[in-house]
């Protein structure tokens, strides 16, 4: 197996010494830096048993020789050295296992941290000086199917970076070599290749209550003493599509630029055959399949590119699969609507029908690699996955994270993460964008809390009661300001229904039935600076400076609809700009942020946070 590792670390360097010559966000000038090892791709063999398929890989590919250990033993040692209860594996019971079953020269060790840069610097600097594989906790959302079991460990046995972590504090994460156990019971462990940008949007900090890692991203490492950041580019999620036979020669072009056939995972790219890609998710975070096969139409492996750049980001391979055609999911979405009587007329269903695959980012119930087809006939939709289940509900599309406390009443964005405040338990809690776990939480002196904003230093929030403004210092809860609250008292007042910063002012959104407004406030004294219709019930309310959202509520038997305007002096022109950009998904929606990139709506009735993409293009 040293044989191996060598000859694999070998070929690396030497590929990655010549450096890249397509322009790219890959196109590097310098050679990279990689520690690539092999271990054998086991799956779970019980659906909770991520964690002792895990241990089982690594300590079968040690470098200093493999140990033979029964997937039940790791499972029984894992139990022995658990200390906290609401985890099938927890980290101090993996480590124990790894570390008393089959101990390496060193000692293993649980390496948490609040920032997800830092752990990966961690885990690329031991994994380089100790020649080690890592134990990494992707994420805490069930898989599998089985939402019992929230935990997902993965075998991290590959990483490359931009330089050598052991001799520089900050590099890039380039690419993440890892075996995934969780894939259905008897399969092999889907082995990923994937840059670095597509590690960071699925890797997650703890999100389990009661747990001491909450907030944290966990990884389980040889001894970690240096600190440095592992950083990867920012992946474009929007933009004109690239045609598929380009990102089919792309798909070609990775391969053999980043020498993918040379894994041994992936030696059937040799000599297999691009199937046709399939374009997933194309208005927002879009991206190719390009499947190969050496078998006709059913594919072994697939390269994963931007569907807007053409960059690579993974690669996998998987048992031997037919992906189904537009025709197919059509045929059978027909058939399905037909079974409930349903169907549209035969004559107008060329006009009538739309079609398109979807990665759904709300619910993990599909893989990147098998999307779903959301298939639209005389506006009845009818979801069909690879192997023909049919999905009566689309799951859903955009992302969430659960919220804290019962009843959320405001949202914002400091910066790195968000802060919800709730209206009965009158707390502030800022949460993680990824998992919604709570990493801090200030109790306010509040009566009937409402609307958030961040002005890059203090927090601001409304007591609807008193109708007062307040900014707080996120640190500690402290009470900085506060300012009174103005009503237009030609538009009257019911209820505060959001509140933002634009860079200079507080905006507010009162509903008033007919007269609702969204107003500039002076945060010095509490006075409306001008005041404008909002054309609706609004619901929450941000800005960047440049524009303003808000949410219009429709009522619980219409979708709610998220509107911007663009920040102008002239009041007419600003009411003239207004656009609907998005139908949301909540049936209760109250509060608004943006990250920068995104927009977040909470719902008061699922208790959830909803990330969706704006389209900002004029």
Known sequence: MSIIRFFINRLWVLFFAVGFTISSSYAFAQPLHSVMLSLPAHSEEALSWCGPATGQMIMAGYPSGSCSVLQEDVWTAIQSYKTETVWDTDPAGLKGALKNLCPPTGTWSIHPETDAQALMYSVAFWMTKNNYPAAGLLNTVSHNSYTAHEEHWVAIKGIITSADPTTNPTVNLEFLWFNDPAVPLGDPALERFVTGSTWYSEFQPVSKAGSSYLGKY???????????????????????????????????????????????????????????PLLVNEKHGGYYIVPYSIKGQLAEAAVIVNAYTGNFQEVGAFKSVKYMSRQEAVQIATTHLQKREISPQPESLSDKIRTELIYPQGERVVSRYFPIWKVTI???????????????????????????????????????QLWSIDGKTKKLQKIDSLSGAVTRSLD????????????????????????KIHSFDPENGRLKKTIKMEVPAEKGFQSVEGLTWDGKYLW???????????????????????????????????????????????????????????????????????????????????GLAYDGRYLWYTDRHLKRSFRVFPEKSE
């Open 378 to 416: 005389n506006n009845k939709v009818i979801g069909v996955g690879h192997q023909g289940k049919v999905y009566t509900k689309i799951p859903s599309q955009e992302f969430s994270i659960p919220l804290p406390g019962r009843t959320p009443a405001g949202i914002t964005w400091d910066g790195k």
């Open 218 to 276: 966990v990884a389980i490492i040889e001894p970690p003493e240096i600190k440095g950041l592992a950083i990867a580019p920012t992946e474009v999620l929007t933009g004109k599509i690239i045609k598929p036979d380009f990102a089919l020669k792309l798909a070609d072009r990775w391969i053999e630029k980043f020498k993918l056939h040379e894994l041994k995972s992936y030696g059937i790219l040799k000599k297999a055959k691009a199937l046709a």
């Open 508 to 590: 507010t959104a009162y509903f008033a039935g007919f007269s609702s407004s969204l107003n500039q406030i002076d945060p010095q004294n509490g006075r409306i600076v001008r005041s404008i219709f909002a054309d609706c019930n609004p619901r929450g309310i941000s800005s960047d400076g440049e524009y303003l959202w808000s949410i219009c509520f429709n009522g619980k038997n219409l979708p709610a609809k998220i509107d911007k305007r663009k920040i102008q002096d002239n009041e007419h022109e600003m009411l003239r700009s207004r656009k609907f950009i998005a139908d949301i998904e909540g049936t209760e929606p109250t």
């Open 444 to 467: 306010l002196d509040l009566s009937r809390p409402k609307g958030l904003a961040f002005d890059g230093v203090s927090i601001w929030v409304i007591d609807e009661a008193t109708k």
